[in-house]
């Protein structure tokens, strides 16, 4: 089975537009480097139709995140995404701040 990476990175931190387009590229180097993925961007596109309690945004993100293989953390200040850090820290969960490290580090089946 295909290990699966949690994106990890500003939302509202700067412009939300370029930080969603930018999880979505990052994504898609995993997908084509042979990985699933989950991006909590993807969210965004889902409240705008549904707005829901941001408790609840955090709420389902952190309950993908034990699944997940592994964390990306993107670049740029954001207190979730170093919220999502921690909590994959405390799950045993590897953290890596580069898509060639990821994919260098991570065997792309578990």
């Known amino acids: 089975m295909k290990q699966l990476v949690y994106i990890s990175g500003p939302y509202t931190n700067g412009d939300v537009d370029t930080n969603v387009n930018n999880a979505i590229k990052v994504a898609d180097e995993l997908v084509d480097a042979g990985y699933m993925v989950f991006i909590p961007h993807l969210n965004h596109f889902w409240?705008?139709?549904?707005?829901?309690?941001?408790?609840?945004?955090?709420?389902?993100?952190?309950?993908?995140?034990?699944?997940?293989?592994?964390?990306?953390?993107?670049?740029?200040?954001?207190?979730?995404?170093?919220?999502?850090?921690?909590?994959?820290?405390?799950?045993?969960?590897?953290?890596?701040?580069?898509?060639?490290?990821?994919?260098k580090l991570l065997p792309k089946f578990g």
């Open 47 to 103: 409240h705008m139709v549904s707005p829901k309690p941001y408790e609840f945004w955090i709420e389902l993100d952190l309950y993908i995140l034990p699944i997940c293989s592994a964390l990306l953390r993107l670049p740029g200040k954001s207190d979730g995404a170093d919220n999502e850090v921690r909590m994959a820290e405390m799950y045993g969960i590897p953290v890596f701040h580069s898509t060639e490290t990821l994919i």
